[in-house]
């Protein structure tokens, strides 16, 4: 099994910048994708990016250009750098994972990953 969990979340004032950890541990070896999804209530979990082992990365929209996902294996760790900050960034932020599928394209959709962490709050 695989567990996540994250850490970075606060406040920041619009324009600023926050860096997201989500550290993997158990079974990693056998995790193909890795997700950042984010929510707010009464509203569905977004997807915000994801990442392929091989570097592959895919955004949303609405943080296409201003967020950065990357991941360091060494330490199993996820990363979701934040720039240019908004309002509407504000939202509970998750970690996902996708062991044992393979992608060509990491899934930006809640559905296809199956280990969640537990949530970071991210306000601006």
Known sequence: QV???ESGGGSVQAGGS?????????YTSNINCMGWFRQIPGKEREGVAAVLPD???RYADSVQGRFTISQDNAKNTLYLHMNSMKPEDTAMYYCAAVPGRRYTTPPLLAYEYNVWGQGTQVTV
Do not use: K
């Not at 926050?18 to 158990?26: E, F, K, Y």
């Open 3 to 5: 567990q996540l969990v």
């Open 55 to 57: 570097g592959t990365t």
């Open 18 to 26: 926050l860096r997201l950890s989500c550290v993997a541990s158990g």
